[in-house]
């Protein structure tokens, strides 16, 4: 997934500052990059992407998160809309979904900033 989704940004301009193969080593890199934008799995293994939303959301609540999942259900939905999502992308994804997602939430974020 991390590779698609790198591909599908860099081919639209977007730079990839860092990937990270499981929720802690994520939270550590977004304390060091502080990305404006995150790309979250929902399970992942040490911390899932829901544990990680929070903390991340705690830490720095101005990140945009987009969560990603396979396996979609409604309460991992609602669980990552109340802890801050700004998107939410289901696998198999594609360059216009992902890109699609992106853009409405960084909109709504820049909306949230200066109202």
């Known amino acids: 997934m991390r590779t698609v ?7 639209d301009t977007y730079e ?3 990937e990270a193969r ?21 399970m992942m293994p040490e911390m899932d992407g829901l544990e990680a939303l929070q903390a991340i959301k705690l830490a720095q609540p101005e990140t ?8 979609p259900s409604v309460d991992n939905v609602q669980e990552s809309i109340q802890h801050g999502a700004a998107g939410f992308i289901v696998k198999p994804f594609n ?3 992902v890109l699609a997602t992106l853009a ?12």
């Open 64 to 71: 945009v998160v987009i969560m990603v999942t396979g396996k």
């Open 22 to 42: 499981n929720g802690a080593v994520a939270l550590d890199m977004i304390d060091r990059l502080r990305p404006e934008v995150v790309f979250l799995d929902v």
């Open 95 to 97: 360059a216009g979904k």
């Open 104 to 115: 409405q939430a960084l909109a709504s974020a820049r909306r949230t900033v200066t109202s």
């Open 16 to 18: 990839v500052i860092g």
């Open 5 to 11: 989704l790198r591909g599908i940004l860099r081919s």
